[in-house]
């Protein structure tokens, strides 16, 4: 089953700023999103503590995120270009 994959706002200026600034790290962030609809939980994903939220570091960028169960959409609190 494939989950809904929702943008928060805060994700949603992150990710068109790093559109601007590095193209590849857009395009890896941008697949792993995509994925996120059907694997929620990869390997890769570390979760923050006990609070259902979710850290996934990618080449260039992570994610943080949050897994809705019951409603099967993914939240994606926000993104950002790693060092």
């Known amino acids: 089953m494939s989950l809904t994959v929702v943008l928060q706002e805060t994700a949603l ?3 068109a700023g790093i559109r601007s600034e590095d193209k590849e790290a857009f395009a890896t ?18 979760a923050w503590g006990g609070s259902g939220i979710y850290r996934l570091h990618l080449p260039g960028g992570r994610i943080l995120y949050e897994v809705d169960d019951d409603a099967a ?10 060092a």
């Open 13 to 15: 200026r992150a990710l």
């Open 29 to 46: 962030i941008r697949w792993a999103l995509l994925a996120l609809a059907d694997d929620p939980r990869p390997d890769q994903a570390v």
């Open 73 to 82: 959409t993914v939240y994606v609190i926000n993104v950002a270009l790693t």
